[in-house]
Every structure is written in C-alpha cells, then in structure tokens.
C-alpha cells in the first residue's frame, strides 16, 4: 500500500491509500476521487516527505521522533475516516473469514478455482504480494484500525 498526501482544487490536504501508483492514476482518471471534506472531485497528489524504514521497532521510533516544528500541527487521521475504517473492519470481520498468514495461499487457490470463492482476510509476506500479482490475483490492503468498541 502507498499513502499518498492529496489536495483538492479547493486546497483541502488529505490522505489516501492506494495499492500502487497505477491504481492512484486510474481513480483520479475515471473521476472515482473527491475530497472528504468538501467532495470537489478534483484531486491530486500534494508533495509529501519520503517514509523511511530503519527497522527499528514501533516504540523505539515514536522514542526518538523529532518534535513537530512550530506552526506545523501532527496530521491526525479524521474523525470521520477513523468511524468509516472502523465500519469496514466491522464489516470485514462479520462477512469474510480471516485465514490469518495462509492469505496467499488461499487467495491463490480460489484464483486457481482449486478452492471454493469467499471473502477472506488475512496477512501476507512482500514477496507473497508479488506472487500473488504475477498470477494475476487482484487483492486490496486495508488500513487495518482499532476496533470502535476498543
């Protein structure tokens, strides 16, 4: 997944998630984009600072952050964002099995129709995502958030 920074033609910032660039292009061309804030349909990637991975644990990171510089406020995930990963986590769960690290191996079979077609969740390697896009089986990461009742 690749999160990018967006603006709308109104100059609302938001963020997106998107499996890969391609899939960023063809929303915003087939006109499937618009602003949470305002809906303005005109939307486009703003720039944004690269993510860099260190390895370092979660904590150890969060530990050694730099402070936010002055005039600059930490981006926090909307409260309306946050309730509608929320519902689609809901959502997930209640209607699809979760079949844990075996997700590729799943997905893969029922591509293959060696297995019968369900919703399913699960969690999958890099390289297993690669696999999986080579065959030709088109999967979706979701921002996986707390649950509403945590």
């Keep these: 997944m690749i999160r990018y920074q967006l603006r709308c033609g109104a100059g609302h910032e938001f963020e997106g998630w998107f499996p890969g660039s391609a899939a960023f292009e063809r929303q915003a061309a ?32 969060e530990e050694t952050a730099t402070p936010t510089p002055p005039g600059h406020a930490p981006q926090a995930m909307p409260d309306t964002m946050l309730a509608l990963l929320q519902k689609i986590r809901e959502t ?8 844990g690290d075996h997700f590729a191996e799943e997905a893969l079979g029922m591509h293959r129709g060696e297995r019968e077609a369900r919703g399913i969740y699960g969690s999958m390697t890099e390289e297993e995502h690669a696999e999986l896009d080579e065959a030709g089986v088109e999967v ?9 009742d945590s």
């Design 30 to 61: 087939g006109g499937l984009l618009s602003c949470p804030h305002c809906g303005v349909p005109d939307v486009t990637r703003a720039l944004m600072a690269p993510a860099i991975h260190t390895g370092m644990p979660a904590r150890q990171m």
């Design 92 to 99: 997930v769960e209640t209607h699809c099995d979760d079949v």
């Design 140 to 148: 979706h990461a979701i921002p996986w958030v707390r649950r509403a």
